[in-house]
C-alpha cells in the first residue's frame, strides 16, 4: 500500500517531536516554538531537499521573524539513488536559505511570562549562550534564559560589518553576568575555543562579566551539548554545572590575546594567527609582547597589579591552542578540521573578467615562439592547473633559459607574484644547496632566477626531489622541525645551457631555449603597467580559471621533449654518460660481443680496456642506472664466478625483466656456453677480423 501525504507528514511529525523530547521538549513547547515539518522535495529555498522541520526565528517581543529560519533534517541522505546507498561521514543537521545571514535563537519560552525585550533592558538577569536552536529552548524551559546561536561563530557578520548581530547589540551588557555553554568539544576543538574566546572578548569590551561552563564529554566520548547532558544525566546536573560557571580570564585582556595568537602544541611556539609570525615561548613574552600589560584589581578589593599579558595568557587554561601548523591552500578556515593552524592566506587580487589578456598572450608568443603549439598550450595548463585546483603539487617544473638578458624569462616567473602574493617566493643557487629551507615556508609558487648548478649533481637530485614530494619538513635556523604539505611549484630561470644536470629519460622538467630579442624599456614599463595599474593581474587570474581548459593535462604526467632539453641532458654529460647513453640506445656500436647479460665489471673493460682512466665501478654503475641501461632485479645478489654482483640487460630487456637473481645467473653464464667462438649458436655478426667471435 503506497504511503499517503498525510501518513507521510505524521510519521515526521512524529520523529520531529522524538528529536525534541531529547531536548526536553514536550509537544505543547514545540507548538509554542512553531516548528513545521516538511517531507522529501518540498520546494523551499534550501538545499538539499531532505525532511525535516523549519525553525522560525523571534523577535525580542515573541512575534515570528519573517526575513529568517534554518531548517533541521530529519534524514542523513536522500531516499533514492546512489547516494541513499552511502553512509555520509559527517552528516548534515541544519541549513537555511542561500544569501541568508545569521540570527539570534530568542526562544519564547521563558518563565513567569518575561519577554526578551524585558531581558534585554536588565542587565541584572544572567544569560547563556549556547550554540543550537534546540539546545536554547531546553535551557529556557529550565528556567535560565538561554540565547541560541546558529553556530560558534554566528554572533557577528562580516559581511554586513556587525562586530554583534543587532540583536544581540540591543542587550545591555553592563555588568551583565554571561555563562558561555557550549558544547563539550570546546576543550578539544581550537576554533570553538577561539570563537568563544572573541565572542567572551567582545562582550568584555562591552562590560560583561563572562563565565564559562565546561560540559562533560557523553559517555562514548563523544562531544555533548547542554540538552544531551540534561536529557541523560538529568535537569538537576546541568543546572549544578551552569551555577558553578568560572570566569574565563581577567577581563578583556587575555581574550584580546587569545583572538591574536595560539600555541602550537606539535612545537610548544606560539604563532600569530593574522601574520603566521612565529615565536618560541621566550621571545613571545619576554620580547615580541614584551610591553603588552593589564591592570588586575583583583577580586578581594586589594590593591591593583600591573601584570605581562603574555606571561599571563601562556598560563591560562582557556589559552588558544592549535595541534600544529599546516599550510592548505584554498581552504577559508583560520583553523582546519583537524585542529591544525592553517597558514594560508589567500591570493593577491581577486579575478576579474575586464581588460585586456593580450600583454601576457603576447609575452608567451615571443619567448615560444618556434615551439609546437601543444607544448604552448602544456605550459598554460602548468599555469593554471595550480590556481584552478589550490595546493595542487605538479610532477613538473620549467626550466626556461637563454644567453640574451631581459627577454623576458623572470619576467613570465614574477608575473605570477601579483595573484600568488605572500604564496610566492624565490630561491637562489645557495639557498637550494643549503640544510636550511624556509624559503620553502607557505610558498605554492618558486620562482628559482638565474640558476646555475651545472654538473653539480648531488642538488640537482635535490632539487628533482624537491620538484615532486608532496611532503616537506621544514627546517629554520634556531627553529624546531616540522612536516607540512608540500604545495610548491617551480619556475627556473637560467643564462647557461648546463644549469641543470639531466638524467636520459628525465620526465620531471621541461626546457625551453629562449632566443628572442630582448624588450625595449618601453615594452617593459608597458607590461609592468598592464600588470600593475591597469588591472592585468586580475585579468589574468581569470584568465587561467576560467579561460584555459585543463580538463586533459595530467598534473602528474611527463613533461614534454623539447630539443632544448635534449641539448641540456647532453651538455650536463661527461665521457662516461655519453658511453653509456650508447650502450642504452644503440649497444652494437659499443659492445663488440653478442651477449645480453653484463656485469658492471664487463662493461667498465669495454669502456676502459687498460684500466688507466678515472672511472671505477661504482661511477660505472651509476653512470648506466641514470643512461637507462635496464638493471637486472635483485640488486647486487647475482653471482657470476662465485662473486656476487649486479647484471645489466643490454639488449632483450623485455625477456629479463621478471628473472629474479639466481635465474639471471644462470642465462649469464648460459648464453656464455651457448655462443662462445665456435660454439652452437656462435654469432659471425659480431666476430673480428679473424671470423672468431670476440
Not at 189 to 200: D, G, H, I, Q, T
Not at 407 to 414: F, P
Not at 567 to 594: F, N
Request: proline share 6%.
Amino acid at each position: 500500500m503506497p504511503v499517503t501525504k498525510i501518513q507521510t507528514t505524521r510519521v515526521l511529525q512524529a520523529a520531529m517531536l522524538a528529536k525534541c523530547a531529547t531536548s526536553l521538549l514536550t509537544p505543547k513547547h514545540v507548538k509554542t516554538l512553531q516548528f513545521q515539518v516538511y517531507a522529501e522535495n518540498h520546494g523551499l529555498p534550501i538545499e538539499p531537499q531532505w525532511s525535516g522541520f523549519r525553525i522560525p526565528y523571534f523577535t525580542p517581543e515573541g512575534k515570528v521573524n519573517q526575513q529568517f529560519y534554518r531548517f533541521r533534517f530529519l534524514q542523513d541522505r536522500p531516499s533514492t539513488g546512489v547516494r541513499a546507498l552511502a553512509v555520509p561521514e559527517k552528516p548534515i543537521r541544519y541549513t537555511q536559505p542561500a544569501g541568508s545571514s545569521c540570527g539570534v535563537y530568542l526562544p519564547p519560552l521563558l518563565k513567569d511570562g518575561k519577554s526578551w525585550a524585558s531581558i534585554q533592558v536588565d542587565p541584572t538577569v544572567p544569560v547563556v549562550i549556547t550554540e543550537g536552536e534546540l539546545k536554547s529552548a531546553c535551557g529556557c524551559v529550565l528556567g535560565t534564559p538561554t540565547i541560541g546561536l546558529g553556530g560558534v561563530y554566528n554572533w557577528s557578520s562580516a559581511k554586513d560589518k556587525q562586530e554583534l548581530l543587532p540583536a544581540l547589540e540591543a542587550f545591555k551588557w553592563e555588568n551583565r553576568v554571561v555563562n558561555l555553554c557550549f558544547d563539550s568539544d570546546i576543550a578539544s576543538n581550537p576554533m570553538v575555543k577561539l570563537a568563544a574566546s572573541r565572542l567572551a572578548y567582545t562582550l568584555a569590551q562591552r562590560g560583561a562579566n563572562v563565565v564559562w561552563t565546561e560540559l562533560p564529554s557523553a559517555e562514548d566520548n563523544k562531544k555533548q551539548g547542554m540538552d544531551d547532558l540534561a536529557y541523560v544525566q538529568g535537569p538537576q546536573v546541568l543546572m549544578d554545572l551552569l551555577s558553578k560557571a568560572t570566569a574565563i580570564g581577567p577581563g578583556k585582556a587575555l581574550h584580546r590575546l587569545n583572538d591574536e595568537v595560539a600555541v602550537v602544541k606539535q612545537t610548544s611556539e606560539i604563532v600569530e594567527l593574522k601574520t603566521g609570525n612565529v615565536f618560541s615561548a621566550a621571545a613571545f613574552t619576554e620580547v615580541a609582547y614584551r610591553n603588552d600589560t593589564y591592570v588586575d584589581w583583583g577580586t578581594d578589593g586589594g590593591p591593583k597589579k600591573t601584570k605581562f599579558t603574555a606571561r599571563e595568557w601562556l598560563a591560562w587554561p582557556f589559552r588558544n591552542e592549535v595541534l600544529r601548523i599546516e599550510y592548505e591552500p584554498g581552504c577559508a578556515d583560520l583553523i582546519t578540521a583537524g585542529g591544525a593552524y592553517n597558514s594560508w592566506r589567500g591570493w593577491a587580487c581577486q579575478p576579474k573578467n575586464e581588460g585586456v589578456i593580450t600583454p601576457w598572450l603576447n609575452l608567451l608568443k615571443r619567448m615560444f615562439r618556434d615551439v609546437p603549439a601543444d607544448q604552448v598550450e602544456w605550459m598554460k595548463c602548468w599555469f593554471a592547473y595550480p590556481i584552478q585546483y589550490p595546493g595542487a603539487k605538479l610532477a613538473t617544473a620549467i626550466l626556461i633559459w637563454g644567453r640574451q638578458q631581459g627577454t623576458g624569462k623572470t619576467m613570465l616567473g614574477e608575473t605570477m607574484s601579483y595573484i600568488y602574493g605572500r604564496n610566492y617566493g624565490t630561491v637562489t643557487n645557495t639557498e637550494l644547496a643549503s640544510q636550511f629551507n624556509e624559503w620553502l615556508m607557505d610558498k605554492s609558487f618558486i620562482v628559482g632566477d638565474e640558476l646555475a648548478l651545472g654538473d653539480k649533481r648531488h642538488t640537482a637530485s635535490g632539487i628533482k626531489d624537491m620538484i615532486t614530494r608532496t611532503q616537506v619538513r621544514i627546517n629554520s635556523k634556531n627553529r624546531k622541525t616540522y612536516a607540512v604539505r608540500d604545495c610548491a611549484n617551480f619556475y627556473l630561470t637560467s643564462n647557461h645551457e648546463d644549469a641543470l644536470y639531466l638524467e636520459a629519460g628525465d620526465r620531471r622538467v621541461f626546457v625551453h631555449r629562449v632566443d628572442a630579442d630582448p624588450l625595449s624599456p618601453p615594452e617593459y614599463q608597458a607590461y609592468w603597467r598592464w600588470l600593475k595599474e591597469e588591472g592585468g593581474a586580475a585579468r589574468l587570474f581569470y584568465y587561467l580559471i576560467n579561460e584555459v581548459d585543463c580538463s586533459l593535462f595530467d598534473p602528474q604526467g611527463r613533461a614534454p621533449m623539447t630539443t632544448a632539453k635534449i641539448d641540456m641532458t647532453t651538455s650536463g654529460r661527461g665521457d662516461t654518460e655519453d658511453w653509456c647513453v650508447l650502450v642504452a640506445t644503440e649497444p652494437d656500436t659499443v659492445i663488440s660481443q653478442p651477449y645480453d647479460l653484463f656485469t658492471t665489471k664487463d662493461l667498465l673493460s669495454f669502456y676502459d680496456p687498460d684500466g688507466k682512466g678515472s672511472t671505477r665501478i661504482i661511477g660505472m654503475g651509476k653512470a648506466l642506472g641514470a643512461a637507462g641501461v635496464h638493471k637486472m632485479p635483485g640488486g647486487n645478489n647475482a653471482v657470476v664466478q662465485g662473486m656476487r654482483t649486479r647484471l645489466w640487460a643490454i639488449r632483450n630487456a623485455g625477456h629479463y625483466r621478471l628473472m629474479g637473481p639466481a635465474q639471471a645467473s644462470r642465462a649469464y653464464e648460459e648464453e656464455r656456453q651457448r655462443l662462445a667462438p665456435g660454439g652452437v649458436g656462435s654469432n659471425r655478426k659480431f666476430a673480428g677480423p679473424t671470423g672468431r667471435v670476440q
